[in-house]
């Protein structure tokens, strides 16, 4: 019998089918016989019978076409423990309550249905938080509301980056020079436009050199890429104009991948993206709905939307 795979993820219409991580381990279920589901998150229901239901669409016919890259069958409300063999949770982030709510529901049928990534080990990892784990191989880091803190910290450190805690895609990420003459414009804006506190790093600047992604699955280097900033910019960020190149990890990379690798998979952290930069500096670990693996397969000549499917059938045979 097929896997039955369910994507939770954003509108199929706005997608880059030649970028999006998602719509490759679509194109990869697909390409193994899976029967491939559809179902935005605002569709969960859990029912007077504990039950959790999405409306969801098959999907046919995935393609890297613009403008036909899939056609949807009609909706269905299916039971994602009893009818689904894994659950993909794949909408991007920000990481908010709603984000959160979903995972808590999610979690509720973990014994019957894998769901990836573990949905508690997303609740409690937030990519700019989970990363603090690891702060020996960080750039010094202030995690604040206080436009008192991250003055003094600019003090010592000049220029500086000042980052939402739950954003992504390189959104709203600003540089500040040495002599913070507008810091207090743009804490006002934060502390106005975000309720948690915000992540303040240096200025680092071997950015010019780009922001590695390496994506490890189940807690293992699968392959990177280097992300060089636009011109410009100093985000370098695909999202936002970035390019990639192909690349090899430094063995600071290497360490940094061995010393969090057979964590992440403990947490059921299958599918990871982790950024550094200089070849040194972790700044993120990307756990919510990890990007990055086309262009990587591009560059590398690797399959690696295969090598998650990989792990993920690993993970439902041993589960009995």
């Given at each position: 019998?097929?896997?039955?795979?369910?994507?939770?993820?954003?509108?199929?219409?706005?997608?880059?089918?030649?970028?999006?991580?998602?719509?490759?381990?679509?194109?990869?279920?697909?390409?193994?016989?899976?029967?491939?589901?559809?179902?935005?998150?605002?569709?969960?229901?859990?029912?007077?019978?504990?039950?959790?239901?999405?409306?969801?669409?098959?999907?046919?016919?995935?393609?890297?076409?613009?403008?036909?890259?899939?056609?949807?069958?009609?909706?269905?409300?299916?039971?994602?423990?009893?009818?689904?063999?894994?659950?993909?949770?794949?909408?991007?982030?920000?990481?908010?309550v709603g984000y959160i709510t979903a995972?808590?529901?999610?979690?509720?049928?973990?014994?019957?249905?894998?769901?990836?990534?573990?949905?508690?080990?997303?609740?409690?990892?937030?990519?700019?938080?989970?990363?603090?784990?690891?702060?020996?191989?960080?750039?010094?880091?202030?995690?604040?509301?206080?436009?008192?803190?991250?003055?003094?910290?600019?003090?010592?450190?000049?220029?500086?980056?000042?980052?939402?805690?739950?954003?992504?895609?390189?959104?709203?990420?600003?540089?500040?020079?040495?002599d913070g003459s507008n810091v207090g414009?743009?804490?006002?804006?934060?502390?106005?436009?975000?309720?948690?506190?915000?992540?303040?790093?240096?200025?680092?600047?071997?950015?010019?050199?780009?922001?590695?992604?390496?994506?490890?699955?189940?807690?293992?280097?699968?392959?990177?890429?280097?992300?060089?900033?636009?011109?410009?910019?100093?985000?370098?960020?695909?999202?936002?104009?970035?390019?990639?190149?192909?690349?090899?990890?430094?063995?600071?990379?290497?360490?940094?991948?061995?010393?969090?690798?057979?964590?992440?998979?403990?947490?059921?952290?299958?599918?990871?993206?982790?950024?550094?930069?200089?070849?040194?500096?972790?700044?993120?670990?990307?756990?919510?709905?990890?990007?990055?693996?086309?262009?990587?397969?591009?560059?590398?000549?690797?399959?690696?939307?295969?090598?998650?499917?990989?792990?993920?059938?690993?993970?439902?045979?041993?589960?009995?």
């Open positions: 019998m097929a896997i039955q795979m369910a994507v939770q993820m954003d509108p199929m219409d706005g997608i880059n089918i030649h970028g999006d991580s998602s719509f490759a381990l679509m194109l990869a279920g697909q390409s193994r016989g899976y029967d491939i589901w559809h179902y935005d998150v605002m569709s969960l229901t859990l029912d007077a019978n504990d039950r959790l239901t999405a409306l969801a669409h098959p999907v046919h016919d995935l393609q890297r076409v613009e403008g036909a890259h899939y056609r949807f069958g009609a909706p269905q409300r299916i039971d994602l423990g009893s009818d689904i063999d894994v659950v993909l949770m794949r909408q991007d982030p920000p990481f908010h995972t808590h529901l999610l979690e509720r049928i973990e014994h019957e249905t894998l769901v990836v990534n573990n949905p508690a080990s997303v609740r409690n990892a937030p990519e700019k938080v989970m990363v603090l784990d690891y702060r020996k191989f960080m750039p010094p880091t202030l995690i604040t509301r206080s436009l008192d803190e991250v003055r003094a910290f600019q003090k010592e450190h000049g220029a500086i980056v000042v980052k939402p805690l739950h954003g992504n895609g390189g959104k709203a990420i600003f540089r500040i020079e040495a414009a743009l804490f006002e804006v934060f502390n106005s436009t975000w309720p948690e506190p915000h992540m303040v790093q240096p200025f680092l600047p071997d950015v010019a050199k780009g922001d590695k992604r390496i994506v490890l699955i189940d807690g293992e280097v699968t392959g990177a890429i280097n992300r060089r900033p636009g011109e410009g910019e100093f985000r370098s960020n695909l999202a936002v104009g970035g390019s990639a190149e192909a690349t090899l990890l430094t063995p600071e990379e290497q360490e940094i991948c061995a010393a969090m690798g057979p964590r992440l998979k403990e947490l059921g952290l299958i599918f990871v993206g982790i950024d550094v930069i200089g070849g040194k500096w972790l700044t993120e670990i990307n756990v919510t709905s990890p990007t990055g693996i086309v262009a990587i397969d591009r560059f590398n000549g690797t399959d690696t939307a295969a090598k998650i499917l990989d792990a993920i059938e690993r993970r439902i045979a041993g589960r009995g």
